[in-house]
């Protein structure tokens, strides 16, 4: 127990960094523990799943988890012990829930039962989630950590929504068994793989056979392959019934899961899915847009083109696009050769319209079509007599201008036969794809191209030889990207990064790759041994490209530039063959990489060059030393005992070394050293001489002399001896065995975002905002400390929405560290990524491109939130009675179906706003025909109790107008209520800002009662000019919210709405309150006819007394008469009646 409570220590201190705000990448940490978490209930003898995927239903997640070690095997009796282990120390999971947008952290319950062996947690879905709809919705990431801030034992996974996620709602077709799949493997020629944008673990799998199968087979995952739950369908008599059952030669050509929608290209059409969204509980529904003039053939060699976006949280400019491109020539009875259109699709565009040149109209055929969704723009790879170019129009209201947006892009290499064209998802790095034709029409080679501008320029990013990319693959969450040749062989780069490697040669001829949504590159194929007939192979990517040695056997000569860089030399092979015939095996694959030397030294190769001088050298590599490279020892290399002479040979290029066994120095005193020789096993050593020309040694002439190559002929020094200790010898050459390779750096540098956001974070920035970021880069593990060079670029993806300003700077503790802070541009709506690239990272990080999305827009957690000049706790308003320290109740119980009153009076309510409603009960106050001819429920329409309402607890403490019906309580005071102080905040997701100007606002009583005003507010110049400006066009007045007060003239509820006016916020910002004036004097005109009946009844009682004392009437002695006389009257009766009852 003592070691494990000082291993948590420990463990927390080396994780300190964390705890302060920001999060750092790249670090690597080991450790022998990892969590194994699961939604299904399993039996504890099962084997537990190691990748974690978790699944969201329609009732509360319910998660149970457990420690193994990874070097145990993972037992009950080993879970068990673990969990009372870390629990009797106090110590329990907790689970954080993460997307682009949200985070929320959960604690698992820290409880010890007899024979458990897991942590359990139950999370009401409501918790993470209110939405019920059926919608595109970001898978989220879930990260389990021991104790949370500790960051032990780290696992990630994912958490997919089941219950809203469009595709499995539906039946895509005729359910198949995986026996009727196995039956079609022979004959399948091609397998393609299409992602839901949102959740990757949700995907499609098609096939693709050959000319003796007809039909369309489809499969759908929701575990990302993971879980053998793969549903195959057959979709042939879903799409035959939109050829009049005429489904001769029906195969598939390529699929595309959009975000609403299904896209299936095929050799006799292309068909659109119905919305997803909308799903029927019937067979999914097609539809086929006609094109005129394209048959089979045409359709067997098109394409399917779209730019992956997730539309979560959509704003309104955000809409798909797909495009569709025959590779072919237009004919006259074709409008164009490619289409494009948004969704729902119905519309469709010609790609680029013919434009005349010269008089002459040229035919161009698009390759691909691709919109850019952050410039709202169109691009085209086109070919135009034999050419390639990149073409960029903007688009407006969905359509193409004439117009380009830049300078035409022409790819230098006249060779270039492009191919393909895709962003990678999520930012604004293009990538273009195609092989080099020869001028007998044969492919050589293939070739990638990079921009990181929208199509304006590009560059040479990938440059292969006899293979070509057939297939490419993405991954939003690692950004990474994957390229397939024909030959099977699988390179891979990063998004951003101007470096590639390659992976692995598949040794499946049918396949194809697919990422995850964790980022887990896999190998999909086909087994007919398997339960769903695939067979999945995930490649460790770290592992592949650090074990793969791209030197080559040829000898290299090195050249001191400073003590920190070198540049190596690639001589011809010493094979006597000719130049002409000769090739550079250095290229843009290695830069990047690393120069690696048996037994010690290193170097990263920074660029590569190809040149023809110097003279017999093919290349070179300017490389950055990380670890210094060792001298050539006596024991191998005793010529180095001597003083070197440089001498000239005649009619040749070469240069003469002689051994020398003394020289003059500038004392003229001699030197001496023992003689040794040169042997033939020092051919391809490099001499050098710092700051003077290297010397690789080509041929040795005899044991005094040997021929050599000079690196750098104008700095040689000729007829010069150098002493033994003023030279050295390296050995990379391959003669005596090549002790050098050329592999995968491993990860250098630490990078550190200083503002907790995650990799793929979408920020709204509202008009008057500015967000600020910052992100600090640590080199570590380098020869030489790097001072005054940029480690990180900035690539904006729409530098016209946006303006961003930079301060980049290398702080005391040798880290370089790169802020800056964006605002909008103009009052327009858009989004725009924001990529921050670690320029110099090495493809083993985990992290070497943060991408950011910004939307010129409203965020959805953005609120306006009136303050209450009291504060009430929600338990207060729900079950309590507070009052005030005099004892004045703060709350008042409003009636049943009560309505406040009109300006007819209390008793004539007009409002259609009903609040505390209860169907089963009458309606308040509906005494006269306006009062029953208004009022309508809301949530109690169409119910007969108040119980059917279902008014939560949310909707009882809203104000808002649309939950009246629900409202029970409202804040009470007394009358008068004069100059009450109304102040509002906007909360925008962990942030909380007074509503001040420039936020101006209207207020409006939403039951149209009149009895109140604006009593005071902030009346600066620039509010009075707004007000004037805008008098016309909002029919009410605006405000400023500082310093705003409210008189109340009437008489029980007051219902306002404070809204700010348009133009100072994407966001329309509101809130409403409630106001209950209590205790108020009688209303018109009741005040005032109990007054005059007073005053009346008072002035004819005084004018009776003046009038009586005027005439001198006693009107009391006369009264004091009548009644005595009375008096005398009975009494007389009295006796009377006795004395006839004695007689």
Same mark, same amino acid.
């Given at each position: 127990?003592?070691?494990?409570?000082?291993?948590?220590?420990?463990?927390? $201190?080396?994780?300190?960094?964390?705890?302060?705000?920001?999060?750092?990448?790249?670090?690597?940490?080991?450790?022998?523990?990892?969590?194994?978490?699961?939604?299904?209930?399993?039996?504890?003898?099962?084997?537990?799943?190691? &990748?974690?995927?978790?699944?969201?239903?329609?009732?509360?997640?319910?998660?149970?988890?457990?420690?193994?070690?990874?070097?145990?095997?993972?037992?009950?009796?080993?879970?068990?012990?673990?969990?009372?282990?870390?629990?009797?120390?106090?110590?329990?999971?907790?689970?954080?829930?993460?997307?682009?947008?949200? %985070?929320? $952290?959960?604690?698992?319950?820290?409880?010890?039962?007899?024979?458990?062996?897991?942590?359990?947690?139950?999370?009401?879905?409501?918790?993470?989630?209110?939405?019920?709809?059926?919608?595109?919705?970001?898978?989220?990431?879930?990260?389990? *950590?021991?104790?949370?801030?500790?960051?032990?034992?780290? *696992?990630?996974?994912?958490?997919?929504?089941?219950?809203?996620?469009?595709?499995?709602?539906?039946?895509?077709?005729?359910?198949?068994?995986?026996?009727?799949?196995?039956?079609?493997?022979?004959?399948?020629?091609?397998?393609?793989?299409?992602?839901?944008?949102?959740?990757?673990?949700?995907?499609?799998?098609?096939?693709?056979?050959?000319?003796?199968?007809?039909?369309?087979?489809?499969?759908?995952?929701?575990?990302?392959?993971?879980?053998?739950?793969?549903?195959?369908?057959?979709?042939?008599?879903?799409?035959?019934?939109?050829?009049?059952?005429?489904?001769?030669?029906?195969?598939?050509?390529?699929?595309?899961?959009?975000?609403?929608?299904?896209?299936?290209?095929?050799?006799?059409?292309?068909?659109?899915?119905?919305?997803?969204?909308?799903?029927?509980?019937?067979?999914?529904?097609?539809?086929?847009?006609?094109?005129?003039?394209?048959?089979?053939?045409?359709?067997?060699?098109?394409?399917?083109?779209?730019?992956?976006?997730?539309?979560?949280?959509?704003?309104?400019?955000?809409?798909?696009?797909?495009?569709?491109?025959?590779?072919?020539?237009?004919?006259?009875?074709?409008?164009?050769?490619?289409?494009?259109?948004?969704?729902?699709?119905?519309?469709?565009?010609?790609?680029?319209? /013919?434009?005349?040149?010269?008089?002459?109209?040229?035919?161009?055929?698009?390759?691909?079509?691709?919109?850019?969704?952050?410039?709202?723009?169109?691009?085209?790879?086109?070919?135009?007599?034999?050419?390639?170019?990149? =073409?960029?129009?903007?688009?407006?209201?969905?359509?193409?201008?004439?117009?380009?947006?830049?300078?035409?892009?022409?790819?230098?290499?006249?060779?270039?036969?492009?191919?393909?064209?895709?962003?990678?998802?999520?930012?604004?790095?293009?990538?273009?794809?195609?092989?080099?034709?020869?001028?007998?029409?044969?492919?050589?080679?293939?070739?990638?191209?990079?921009?990181?501008?929208?199509?304006?320029?590009?560059?040479?990013?990938?440059?292969?030889?006899?293979?070509?990319?057939?297939?490419?693959?993405?991954?939003?969450?690692? /950004?990474?990207?994957?390229?397939?040749?024909?030959?099977?062989?699988?390179?891979?780069?990063?998004?951003?990064?101007?470096?590639?490697?390659?992976?692995?040669?598949?040794?499946?001829?049918?396949?194809?790759?697919?990422?995850?949504?964790?980022?887990?590159?896999?190998?999909?194929?086909?087994?007919?041994?398997?339960?769903?007939?695939?067979?999945?192979?995930?490649?460790?990517?770290?592992?592949?490209?650090?074990?793969?040695?791209?030197?080559?056997?040829?000898?290299?000569?090195?050249?001191?530039?400073?003590?920190?860089?070198?540049?190596?030399?690639? /001589?011809?092979?010493?094979?006597?063959?000719?130049?002409?015939?000769?090739?550079?095996?250095?290229?843009?694959?290695?830069?990047?990489?690393?120069?690696?030397?048996?037994?010690?030294?290193?170097?990263?190769?920074?660029?590569?060059?190809?040149?023809?001088?110097?003279?017999?050298?093919?290349?070179?590599? $300017?490389?950055?030393?990380?670890?210094?490279?060792?001298?050539?020892?006596?024991?191998?290399?005793?010529? $180095?005992?001597?003083?070197?002479?440089?001498?000239?040979?005649?009619?040749?290029?070469?240069?003469?070394?002689?051994?020398?066994?003394?020289?003059?120095?500038?004392?003229?005193?001699?030197?001496?050293?023992?003689?040794?020789?040169?042997?033939?096993?020092?051919?391809?050593?490099?001499?050098?001489?710092?700051?003077?020309?290297?010397?690789?040694?080509?041929?040795?002439?005899?044991?005094?002399?040997?021929?050599?190559?000079?690196?750098?002929?104008?700095?040689?020094?000729?007829?010069?001896?150098?002493? %033994?200790?003023?030279?050295?010898?390296?050995?990379?050459?391959?003669?005596?065995?090549?002790?050098?390779?050329?592999?995968?750096?491993?990860?250098?540098?630490?990078?550190?975002?200083?503002?907790?956001?995650?990799?793929?974070?979408?920020?709204?920035?509202?008009?008057?905002?500015?967000?600020?970021?910052?992100?600090?880069?640590?080199?570590?593990?380098?020869?030489?400390?790097?001072?005054?060079?940029?480690?990180?670029?900035?690539?904006?993806?729409?530098?016209?929405?946006?303006?961003?300003?930079?301060?980049?700077?290398?702080?005391?503790?040798?880290?370089?560290?790169?802020?800056?802070?964006?605002?909008?541009?103009?009052?327009?709506?858009?989004?725009?990524?924001?990529?921050?690239?670690?320029?110099?990272?090495?493809?083993?990080?985990?992290?070497?491109?943060?991408?950011?999305?910004?939307?010129?827009?409203?965020?959805?957690?953005?609120?306006?939130?009136?303050?209450?000049?009291?504060?009430?706790?929600?338990?207060?308003?729900?079950?309590?009675?507070?009052?005030?320290?005099?004892?004045?109740?703060?709350?008042?119980?409003?009636?049943?179906?009560?309505?406040?009153?009109?300006?007819?009076?209390?008793?004539?309510?007009?409002?259609?706003?009903?609040?505390?409603?209860?169907?089963?009960?009458?309606?308040?106050?509906?005494?006269?025909?306006?009062?029953?001819?208004?009022?309508?429920?809301?949530?109690?329409?169409?119910?007969?109790?108040?119980?059917?309402?279902?008014?939560?607890?949310?909707?009882?403490?809203?104000?808002?107008?649309?939950? =009246?019906?629900?409202?029970?309580?409202?804040?009470?005071?007394?009358?008068?209520?004069?100059?009450?102080?109304?102040?509002?905040? &906007?909360?925008?997701?962990?942030?909380?800002?007074?509503?001040?100007?420039?936020?101006?606002?209207?207020?409006?009583?939403?039951?149209?009662?009149?009895?109140?005003?604006?009593?005071?507010?902030?009346?600066?110049?620039?509010?009075?000019?707004?007000?004037?400006?805008?008098?016309?066009?909002?029919?009410?007045?605006?405000?400023?919210?500082?310093?705003?007060?409210?008189?109340?003239?009437?008489?029980?509820?007051?219902?306002?709405?404070?809204?700010?006016?348009?133009?100072?916020?994407?966001?329309?910002?509101?809130?409403?309150?409630?106001?209950?004036?209590?205790?108020?004097?009688?209303?018109?005109?009741?005040?005032?006819?109990?007054?005059?009946?007073?005053?009346?009844?008072?002035?004819?009682?005084?004018?009776?007394?003046?009038?009586?004392?005027?005439?001198?009437?006693?009107?009391?002695?006369?009264?004091?008469?009548?009644?005595?006389?009375?008096?005398?009257?009975?009494?007389?009766?009295?006796?009377?009646?006795?004395?006839?009852?004695?007689?």
């Amino acid at each position: 127990m003592d070691s494990l409570v000082l291993y948590i220590a420990v463990g927390a $201190i080396l994780k300190m960094p964390n705890l302060s705000s920001g999060i750092t990448y790249n670090v690597e940490v080991k450790e022998n523990s990892s969590f194994s978490c699961y939604t299904e209930p399993l039996d504890d003898a099962s084997p537990k799943p190691k &990748v974690i995927k978790l699944y969201l239903g329609s009732q509360n997640l319910k998660i149970s988890c457990h420690l193994y070690n990874v070097n145990e095997e993972d037992t009950l009796e080993n879970r068990k012990k673990l969990l009372l282990l870390y629990t009797s120390s106090g110590l329990a999971p907790t689970i954080q829930i993460f997307n682009s947008t949200y %985070s929320g $952290i959960f604690y698992f319950r820290m409880k010890l039962e007899e024979n458990q062996s897991t942590w359990t947690i139950d999370i009401p879905r409501r918790n993470i989630t209110y939405n019920t709809d059926i919608a595109p919705i970001e898978e989220w990431f879930v990260r389990f *950590t021991m104790h949370h801030r500790l960051n032990m034992f780290a *696992t990630e996974g994912t958490l997919l929504d089941v219950f809203r996620e469009p595709l499995l709602q539906w039946h895509l077709g005729k359910p198949i068994n995986s026996t009727e799949i196995a039956a079609l493997i022979p004959d399948v020629i091609n397998i393609t793989v299409s992602k839901c944008p949102c959740a990757n673990d949700v995907a499609v799998i098609a096939l693709i056979c050959n000319d003796t199968v007809h039909g369309i087979y489809l499969g759908v995952t929701y575990s990302g392959f993971i879980s053998r739950e793969t549903q195959w369908f057959n979709m042939t008599n879903s799409l035959c019934s939109l050829l009049d059952d005429d489904c001769a030669g029906l195969s598939l050509v390529n699929i595309i899961l959009t975000n609403n929608h299904l896209i299936i290209l095929t050799t006799l059409g292309l068909f659109i899915s119905q919305d997803l969204r909308y799903p029927t509980g019937r067979i999914l529904n097609f539809t086929k847009p006609s094109f005129c003039g394209f048959e089979r053939d045409d359709y067997f060699s098109a394409n399917v083109w779209y730019n992956v976006q997730c539309l979560a949280n959509a704003e309104s400019y955000e809409v798909d696009y797909i495009s569709l491109s025959f590779n072919k020539d237009k004919t006259l009875s074709q409008v164009s050769t490619c289409f494009y259109s948004n969704d729902p699709y119905i519309e469709w565009y010609s790609c680029l319209p /013919h434009r005349i040149h010269g008089g002459k109209t040229l035919s161009r055929r698009v390759v691909a079509f691709l919109i850019d969704y952050q410039q709202n723009t169109g691009i085209g790879l086109i070919t135009v007599q034999n050419k390639a170019m990149v =073409s960029v129009y903007k688009i407006t209201d969905h359509k193409l201008n004439r117009q380009t947006k830049f300078p035409v892009f022409w790819f230098p290499d006249p060779k270039f036969l492009p191919f393909g064209m895709f962003f990678h998802p999520g930012s604004h790095f293009l990538y273009v794809y195609g092989s080099q034709v020869c001028i007998s029409g044969n492919i050589y080679g293939s070739e990638v191209w990079f921009s990181d501008d929208g199509g304006n320029t590009f560059m040479l990013l990938i440059t292969l030889e006899n293979e070509i990319i057939i297939k490419t693959n993405m991954c939003v969450y690692s /950004h990474s990207v994957a390229f397939v040749t024909d030959k099977g062989n699988i390179f891979f780069t990063k998004a951003g990064l101007e470096r590639y490697a390659k992976l692995t040669t598949s040794a499946h001829d049918v396949f194809n790759l697919y990422y995850d949504h964790l980022g887990s590159l896999n190998i999909i194929s086909l087994n007919e041994s398997i339960s769903d007939s695939l067979e999945v192979h995930l490649l460790d990517v770290i592992t592949l490209i650090q074990e793969d040695d791209i030197g080559f056997d040829g000898p290299l000569s090195p050249q001191y530039i400073t003590e920190q860089q070198m540049v190596f030399f690639e /001589h011809i092979p010493l094979n006597g063959k000719s130049r002409s015939v000769q090739k550079s095996r250095f290229y843009g694959l290695h830069k990047g990489k690393v120069l690696q030397y048996r037994p010690r030294g290193s170097a990263t190769i920074v660029n590569v060059f190809h040149h023809e001088y110097p003279p017999q050298y093919l290349s070179s590599v $300017i490389v950055d030393v990380l670890e210094k490279f060792p001298f050539g020892s006596e024991e191998k290399n005793s010529f $180095i005992r001597n003083s070197l002479r440089i001498l000239k040979v005649s009619d040749t290029t070469r240069v003469k070394l002689q051994l020398v066994s003394e020289y003059y120095n500038s004392s003229e005193q001699v030197v001496s050293s023992s003689l040794n020789e040169f042997k033939p096993s020092d051919i391809e050593k490099t001499v050098v001489i710092p700051g003077f020309s290297s010397f690789l040694i080509v041929e040795v002439l005899d044991s005094l002399n040997a021929l050599a190559d000079a690196t750098m002929p104008e700095r040689v020094q000729f007829n010069k001896s150098f002493a %033994s200790d003023m030279w050295f010898v390296y050995d990379f050459g391959t003669k005596n065995g090549r002790r050098w390779k050329i592999i995968v750096d491993t990860c250098r540098y630490w990078v550190r975002e200083l503002d907790n956001l995650p990799l793929n974070a979408i920020k709204y920035l509202d008009l008057t905002q500015t967000f600020n970021f910052g992100f600090r880069v640590t080199p570590v593990n380098t020869a030489y400390p790097i001072f005054h060079m940029p480690l990180m670029k900035l690539v904006v993806g729409n530098p016209s929405i946006f303006k961003v300003k930079t301060n980049d700077y290398w702080d005391d503790t040798d880290s370089y560290i790169m802020e800056f802070s964006v605002t909008n541009n103009f009052y327009k709506q858009g989004k725009s990524s924001i990529a921050v690239i670690l320029t110099k990272a090495s493809l083993v990080c985990d992290v070497s491109t943060i991408v950011l999305t910004l939307k010129s827009g409203c965020s959805y957690s953005k609120s306006m939130h009136y303050i209450s000049p009291v504060s009430i706790s929600a338990q207060s308003w729900l079950h309590g009675d507070p009052k005030d320290p005099y004892g004045f109740k703060l709350l008042k119980q409003l009636p049943v179906n009560y309505r406040p009153p009109s300006k007819l009076g209390i008793a004539v309510p007009l409002t259609d706003n009903f609040y505390n409603a209860d169907p089963s009960k009458p309606r308040m106050r509906d005494y006269f025909a306006g009062s029953k001819n208004s009022g309508a429920y809301k949530q109690c329409a169409n119910k007969s109790t108040r119980a059917e309402c279902n008014c939560n607890d949310n909707e009882k403490l809203s104000f808002f107008v649309a939950f =009246s019906d629900c409202k029970e309580k409202a804040l009470r005071m007394k009358y008068p209520v004069t100059r009450l102080p109304v102040h509002f905040r &906007v909360d925008s997701e962990n942030e909380y800002t007074p509503l001040v100007s420039p936020f101006f606002v209207t207020v409006t009583e939403v039951n149209h009662r009149t009895n109140w005003e604006v009593a005071g507010t902030n009346e600066t110049p620039s509010m009075l000019k707004m007000r004037a400006y805008l008098a016309d066009k909002l029919n009410i007045t605006l405000y400023n919210p500082e310093a705003l007060a409210l008189n109340i003239y009437g008489s029980e509820l007051f219902h306002f709405r404070v809204a700010t006016i348009p133009g100072v916020s994407f966001c329309n910002l509101l809130d409403e309150f409630q106001i209950y004036v209590d205790d108020a004097p009688l209303a018109f005109p009741g005040q005032y006819l109990v007054s005059t009946v007073t005053a009346v009844l008072v002035g004819g009682i005084i004018f009776v007394i003046f009038m009586m004392q005027i005439y001198e009437i006693n009107i009391w002695n006369k009264v004091k008469s009548k009644v005595r006389k009375k008096n005398k009257v009975s009494v007389s009766e009295t006796s009377a009646s006795v004395t006839s009852t004695s007689s």
